[in-house]
C-alpha cells in the first residue's frame, strides 16, 4: 500500500466488519467507470471566500496549481480511462480544489519512486493509495531497518485493508494468508500485499507448511494479468482494488476474493516535512470537504463508503 501500498512488517488479524464493504461496492458497478480528468478549469481561489487559498504556500498561489505525483495503474483508486485520470484519488483532488481554488495536476509514475519525486521537488504532494505508516514518516526502511531519508508528513483520509482474490471458481481453499503455504501470489511491487506475503514467507517456512513463490510486478495491472492467465494461484491487493477488479474483469467472471481482509490502515496524501503549510492547507480542505458533503459524494460514487473517515489526520498511522 496500494493502495495500502506498503505498511509496517508483520501480519494482523483480519478486519470482519469491513467485508461489508463488498456488497456495498457491487451494487455501483455501473457508476465505477466515470470519473474527472488529469487537469480541472482553475478557480480563482483568492475570490472564493472561503479563505483556504490563502493559507497555501505563496508558490503555490502563484502556480495555481499543485502538482500530484501519483501511479495511475490502481483501479478504481487511480487509473488511466481514455487518456483521462480517474478515480477516486482525482475525484477527491477535485474536490479539494475547488476548496483551495487551485487545479491538481496529476503526474503518473511507478509507485516505489514517488516518494524519491516528492523529495526532489518534482512534485508537491503524493496521492496513490498510500499507506501512512511511522517508517515513512520516519524515513525508515522496513526490511533494512534504517532510516534512509528525513521522511515525510501524511494527511490521512481514508481506511482500507488488503484482500486476497483468486481466480472464479479456483479458490484452492485458499481463504487466509496460512493456506498460501506453498503456492504462488503475485502483487505490486513495493506495496503492503508484497510486506505481506514476504512476511508470510517467514511463516511457512517456520511452520514447515512450505514456502510461497511470490512474483512482484510495477503496478496492480499487470498482476491481474499474470493471476488471469493462470500464472499463480492468489493475488492480494487493497480491498478496494480487489474489489474493482472482481466487479470489472472479464463482466465479473474472472475472479473473486477469498477470506477477510487484513491490515486496515489509512491512506495519506504525502508531503515534504518542509513543507508544513501545503499539509496544514489540505487537511483543512479534507476537513471542508467532509463537511460539506463532497467527500461522500466521492465515496458513494465509487462504493467504497465503508472506508471513511469522519475527519481528516496528520501522521495517524502506526
Known amino acids: 500500500m496500494t493502495a495500502s501500498r506498503s505498511r509496517r512488517p508483520g501480519m494482523a488479524t483480519p478486519r470482519t466488519p469491513r467485508t461489508v464493504a463488498v456488497a456495498a461496492f457491487a451494487v455501483t458497478g455501473a457508476l465505477l467507470l466515470s470519473g474527472c480528468g488529469d487537469q480541472r478549469d482553475k478557480v480563482d481561489g483568492s475570490a472564493s471566500g472561503k479563505g483556504l487559498f490563502n493559507k497555501l504556500p505563496k508558490s503555490v498561489q502563484s502556480a495555481g496549481k499543485i502538482k ?3 501511479d495511475i495503474a490502481f483501479p478504481p483508486v487511480e487509473f488511466k480511462k481514455s487518456g483521462r485520470t480517474v478515480g477516486i484519488d482525482p475525484d477527491l483532488a477535485d474536490a479539494l480544489g475547488k476548496e483551495l481554488g487551485v ?3 496529476f503526474a503518473n509514475g511507478t509507485f516505489d519512486t514517488l516518494l524519491t519525486g516528492l523529495r526532489s521537488k518534482r512534485y508537491d504532494i503524493a496521492m496513490s493509495a498510500m499507506t501512512d505508516t511511522k517508517e515513512r514518516q520516519e524515513g525508515i526502511d522496513p526490511e533494512k ?3 534512509v531519508s528525513e521522511g515525510v508528513d501524511f494527511v490521512d483520509y481514508f481506511q482500507a485493508g488488503v484482500s486476497i ?7 484452492q481453499s485458499i481463504e487466509t494468508w496460512d493456506d498460501l503455504c506453498g503456492k504462488k501470489i503475485v502483487v505490486q511491487r513495493g506495496t503492503v500485499s508484497h510486506d505481506l506475503a514476504k512476511d508470510q514467507v517467514k511463516a511457512c517456512e517456520e511452520k514447515g507448511r512450505g514456502k510461497i513463490a511470490i512474483e512482484a510486478f510495477d503496478n496492480d495491472v499487470q498482476a491481474q494479468t499474470r493471476l488471469r492467465a493462470g500464472g499463480a494461484d492468489a493475488a492480494a491487493s487493497d480491498f478496494p482494488v480487489a474489489a474493482y477488479a ?3 474483469s472479464g463482466g465479473g467472471d474472472d475472479f473473486e476474493i477469498v477470506g477477510e481482509q487484513v491490515e486496515a490502515a489509512p491512506y495519506g496524501v504525502a508531503i515534504s516535512k518542509d513543507n508544513a503549510q501545503l499539509r496544514d492547507a489540505l487537511k483543512a480542505a479534507f476537513d471542508e470537504i467532509i463537511k460539506n458533503g463532497a ?3 466521492v465515496l458513494k460514487k465509487w462504493g467504497v463508503e465503508a472506508g471513511a473517515v469522519t475527519e481528516a489526520k ?3 498511522g502506526s
Open 246 to 248: 472482481v466487479k470489472t
Open 68 to 70: 500530484v505525483g501519483s
Open 314 to 316: 496528520i501522521n495517524g
Open 103 to 105: 487545479r491538481f495536476v
Open 145 to 147: 531497518g534504517k532510516k
Open 165 to 171: 482474490y483468486t481466480r472464479k471458481g479456483k479458490t
Open 295 to 297: 467527500y461522500e459524494k
